[in-house]
């Protein structure tokens, strides 16, 4: 696909190591070993390496042998490491030998290598729930500057190329945060905004969706959208930003025109903002079965360090396309 494509050839000219600390699992070593020999990423594995070769060579994985293997019971740097956690985590009373213990955790020495800069970027969770991924991260690597909350965006390929842009649209939060504020969907909305410019590479035309468009209906759940809406359009002008709108209001132009006259954005939304990870998680996983979208990601917005998450029903080349996403996000081409 052309976007990945692109994507994986900017990636190659200034190649970012990638930690995948589920080694043993089966696509995620396939995966590896499509990487490496594609050459657009360094692949670290995590996992018992000899069990982690006799599995590639069962499979007949060449390109393992030019991956780098961390053995998690037995390796160089994890009383560092796990000194490095006792620091971090020194106010919630953490102590060495708790750290010791966590280390040996393939998803607490991803972050921890990441934190070392022994890594650039993680991308994990073919094997473990979104939850066992990102607490590690939440807790070690944090939010970026001037953020509070991470958030996971997903980029939808449409087969219908009349919505979104071509047929490109940005969800979000699909895959992190339950309920948000209606300051923290503001942050959610700003982000998706910006992770649009920078990864999908269009400028975004942000809905906000609730049950109603502009004043509909009344309840406090479309009262949290409509104060996010604001706050979202304040914290940046520069962006697109128009709430609250129905989701038929927002992508279909007859429909926008009429709930909302004169909007910019309704009926031309190429940005869905849903108000919580409830209808963003149900919304993604239909449009991707029942209208045949390929959704890529959950990109990880708002995290201090490039580490995304897998669903647990991805496919090999599900692991290749965020790998590649990942590996622009820690080479700063994103
Ligand atoms: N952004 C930044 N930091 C966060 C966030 C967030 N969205 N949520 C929690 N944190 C931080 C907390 O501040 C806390 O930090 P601290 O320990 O330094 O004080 C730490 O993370 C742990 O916080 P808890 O509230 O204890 O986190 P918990 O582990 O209970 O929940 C989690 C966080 C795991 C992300 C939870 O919100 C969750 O399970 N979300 C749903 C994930 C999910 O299942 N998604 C759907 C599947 S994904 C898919 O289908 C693609």
């Known amino acids: 696909m052309e976007f990945i494509d692109s994507l994986k050839q900017k990636a190659s000219t200034n190649k970012k190591r990638i930690v995948l600390p589920e080694g043993l699992e089966e696509r995620t070593l396939q995966a590896a070993n499509t990487i490496l020999q594609e050459g657009f990423a360094d692949v670290i594995l995590i996992g018992n390496p000899t069990e982690m070769k006799a599995k590639a060579s069962e499979l007949g994985l060449t390109n393992i042998d030019n991956a780098e293997i961390v053995d998690p019971e037995n390796h160089a740097k994890m009383d560092a490491y796990a000194d490095m956690m006792v620091e971090i985590r020194k106010t919630k009373g953490l102590t060495k030998e708790e750290a010791l213990k966590l280390i040996k955790d393939p998803l607490y020495l991803s972050v921890m290598m990441i934190k070392a ?142 709930k909302a006259p004169g909007s910019e954005i309704a009926g031309q939304a190429n940005v869905l903002v849903f108000p919580t990870l409830e209808t963003g998680n149900i919304a993604y996983k239909l449009v991707q079965r029942m209208a045949g979208a390929e959704a890529i990601g959950p990109i990880l917005q708002g995290m201090a360090a490039p580490i995304n998450d897998l669903s647990r029903g991805c496919s090999v080349s599900d692991i290749v396309n965020l790998v590649a996403i990942t590996a622009n996000q820690a080479a700063g081409t994103l």
Do not use: W
């Not at 994990?124 to 607490?135: F, K, P, Y």
């Not at 910006?194 to 009262?223: N, W």
């Open 117 to 258: 800069g022994d890594a650039d970027g993680e991308v994990a969770g073919a094997d473990n729930s979104t939850g066992d991924v990102l607490r590690p991260a939440f807790q070690y690597v944090k939010t970026a500057p001037g953020i509070s909350v991470v958030s996971g965006a997903f980029i939808m390929i449409l087969k219908d190329k009349e919505f979104g842009n071509d047929g490109m649209m940005v969800f979000a939060d699909c895959a992190v945060h339950p309920n948000p504020t209606a300051e923290e969907l503001a942050e959610i909305a700003v982000a998706t905004g910006r992770t649009t410019q920078a990864i999908a590479g269009f400028e975004p035309k942000i809905a906000m969706l609730s049950f109603s468009t502009k004043g509909s209906a009344k309840h406090e759940m479309v009262d949290k959208v409509v104060k996010a809406t604001k706050l979202a359009q304040e914290k940046a002008p520069d962006l697109k930003i128009e709430g609250e709108l129905q989701s038929d209001a927002a992508i279909i132009p007859a429909i926008g025109q009429k």
